[in-house]
């Protein structure tokens, strides 16, 4: 079944101790797109300007990525400029452009109305709303925000929170939405305000999901997946977009939603993640086969599974 | 099989967000013993000065533990006073009074010669060394260390390396022994120094296992287990004691020691701790059952295991 992801697509000028690169092709919504379509039928909602050409698009397209949702406007993309030092969990940001994202208007073609699965990555949450209201037939939303809205827009943010299922967002901002440092005890507070899930991304800790008492099925225990130890991470920008595309694209795939196909989404989505961090930008999650997918998915058992 | 512990026993106050207690059992030695006598016969090498009672001794001899290696010297017991704010993860110390754990030279009682496993809680590595050689016949021996001897005597601690064949450190440990900021990088390096295997706790996020190739079996894989996300941590003091207790009891009731008795071991290290924390002290880990605890490692395997 089919996905939309609507987020940004971005240029990125990224260092790291491993190198530096210049206007590399990055957004939230192109690493989501880029991971979620080896699962599954992905479309996309963003905005970009006259620098994005058709070498750019056809990064997507390669990947059968359906790109009608992607506005061109005058100006340029969204810029962004970061670098890591030795902590490779947390990027310095030297410098944002917005561009053309400043104006960003989500539009949806007609032919998207049939989407079954929809992600809002991190933008504004009166867009997100408004995208998700608009969306309104879809059989499960995906959402993900940052410590900027948490802090601006608390209150479009609660209203978000009571229109996405699935929730994916980092230990700090599950405790800032929640003004609470248990981790436990703050996922349960954000639950309670929504979502009937709750995805905590702990970096190269792997991820934990929470449900709502009987959301998804029955139990009350949550679920981790690992994350790879990586011995050689070159980049890790995108990695939680990576994830999340993943984690939501194997969803879409499955005919049916209960908590066994997200406990192996959550698994589904370490994968791509630790792909994604191998190289810089998004060049290793461009040429993937499902067969690279799912054996790095056994070791993930292997890693965690007792006999 | 029996394992003797080599370590510290002291009073502790303790101050966290849940309360704060005076003088209350504490030491490596003392929740690494309680933690491992759910599974094996257990023995302690120690020091405690005239403040130690029988009632002190009791909650140890109730467990089943030999105690006749702990020395009674004539002074007071080591004692440590620490505080938690709202990173549980880290302790602020208030004070350190070594008292008769400052010229502690551990003493092995002859009836403990033949002890088959070994654990040598965080004391100078020098000491490590000496009770090391002392215990020649050994089948496994664990071992600890700290930020402290790592600074300042780190020959002496490379001489204790190639003594152990698992050492149990936290991540900020093993980053510093090795000079090396990637944590799959890191474990590398100290496995080249000398322990077959590594274990690297991570607090909440739970523990992995590196091992060097070839040791305990074959695969070159590294396995993790998880921390359980518990609402209500009461006292973290011990936790990672009571893991090495938990993890070092199980492989010493096994009559073999492999690849897959080791993984296991790492998720009873973790059940051990996760009881640790809920209640100050030792007070939890002194009463529990075979049963509280087996129940546990379900609910750890559920945490992590599909189907």
Redesign the interface.
């Known amino acids: 079944m089919s996905i939309l992801v609507v987020g940004s697509v971005a240029f990125d000028n990224i260092t790291t101790p491993s190198g530096s690169v210049q206007n590399v092709l990055g957004g939230a919504a192109t690493h989501f797109a880029l991971a979620a379509s080896y699962f599954t039928t992905v479309r996309v909602v963003a905005v970009v300007g006259d620098d994005f050409t058709a070498e750019h698009e056809n990064v997507l397209k390669k990947r059968g990525i359906d790109t009608r949702g992607i506005e061109r406007a005058p100006g340029k993309t969204f810029r962004w400029g970061g670098s890591y030092t ?3 969990n947390e990027a310095k940001t030297d410098f944002t452009d917005l561009n053309v994202f400043e104006q960003f208007q989500p539009k949806i073609p007609k032919e998207y109305a049939d989407t079954e699965f929809l992600f809002l990555a991190n933008i504004h949450p009166a867009l997100q709303i408004t995208v998700r209201q608009e969306m309104n037939g879809v059989r499960l939303t995906g959402g993900d925000t940052m410590n900027f809205w948490i802090n601006r827009t608390p209150q479009q943010l609660a209203d978000m929170l009571r229109l996405v299922n699935v929730l994916l967002i980092n230990d700090t901002e599950v405790k800032m939405i929640a003004h609470e ?5 703050a ?2 507070k954000v639950l309670a305000m929504g979502p009937q899930a709750l995805v905590i991304k ?1 970096g ?3 991820a ?1 999901i ?1 449900f709502r008492q009987g959301a998804f099925g029955i139990g009350h ?6 994350a790879l ?3 050689e ?1 070159q980049d890790p920008t995108g990695a939680g977009d990576s994830f999340a595309g993943g984690f939501m694209g194997y969803i879409a795939s499955q005919g049916e939603v209960n908590r ?1 196909v997200l ?2 989404a959550l ?1 589904y989505g370490g994968v791509m993640g630790s792909f994604t961090v191998e190289r810089f930008g998004t060049d290793r999650v461009q040429s993937l086969s499902r067969e690279e997918i799912d054996a790095r998915f056994q ?1 993930f ?7």
């Open positions: 030795d902590n490779l440092t248990n981790l436990p005890r996922a349960q702990h190269e800790y792997g934990t929470f225990h949550p679920f981790r997946a690992p130890p990586i011995e991470v066994e406990k192996r698994f070791i058992r292997e890693l965690t599974h007792l006999e």
